[in-house]
């Protein structure tokens, strides 16, 4: 992880450096890139993330695998869990509470959960514009925490991503920017949550979908 020091006094450089994935020694992919963000701070280098990204036609729309069963669910003020979050040491400001209410089991004893909130594309500057602004996409992750509690804001543990296979994002051609967020997840070994996450505009279109993204 990257700690940010709220002190004036001192920075830290972030860099990311992209290129061209290797297929083998000789040749490298038209269409994936291997990428890297580090940073930089008092003479020594930390990588902090590593993976593969690459662009593709939307050739087929992505099928939801993530809904709760209908019913199931109930809602909960959104307060509630950011004020956990806030005393498990996750401490989202209020740019980045970013749902707008949660949907939690009401038999208490399922790790699923879903929540509406705002389409993002953009948020405070205008010249960048996202297919999923990132605090939408880290609304996701904070969907994730809260199934993993089965409906129950006293089992809430910090938990951050560590690896995460699969992540497709397109581009939502709805006009309501609002959406529907879902989340499954299953507890594999001590500390450790797998999860399936996904996001659904208005009109019904999944515009991402997190496959196996491991908290820890």
Same mark, same amino acid.
């Given at each position: ?5 709220? =002190? *004036?006094? %001192? ?5 990311? &450096? ?9 040749? #490298? !992919? ?17 990588q902090h993330a590593s993976g ?48 707008? =209410? *949660?949907? %939690? ?5 399922? &790790? ?9 594309? #953009? !948020? ?93």
């Amino acid at each position: 992880a990257l700690t940010l020091n709220t =002190e *004036f006094s %001192t920075s830290a450089e972030i860099f990311t &450096s992209l290129h061209k994935s290797v297929i083998t020694n000789a040749a #490298t !992919s038209a269409t994936w890139w291997d990428f890297a963000i580090s940073s930089y701070h008092n003479g020594s280098a930390v990588q902090h993330a590593s993976g593969s990204i690459a662009i593709h036609p939307r050739n087929a729309a992505l099928q939801s695998k993530y809904k709760p069963p209908s019913g199931a669910l109930e809602s909960t003020a959104k307060r509630t869990w950011y004020e956990k979050f806030i005393r498990q040491g996750l401490n989202y400001g209020p740019t980045f509470q970013t749902i707008s =209410e *949660f949907y %939690t089991p009401r038999m208490k004893s399922e &790790s699923f959960a879903s929540a509406t909130a705002p389409l993002l594309k #953009t !948020s405070g500057d205008s010249i960048s514009v996202y297919p999923v602004h990132p605090i939408a996409l880290d609304g996701m992750i904070q969907l994730a925490v809260v199934a993993a509690t089965n409906g129950k804001p006293k089992e809430l543990r910090a938990q951050i991503p560590t690896r995460l296979p699969s992540a497709i994002v397109h581009t939502s051609t709805s006009s309501n920017q609002t959406c529907q967020m879902h989340a499954v997840v299953k507890r594999i070994g001590f500390g450790y949550t797998h999860a399936g996450i996904e996001m659904i505009d208005s009109d019904g279109q999944i515009v991402a979908q997190f496959d196996d993204i491991r908290l820890s």
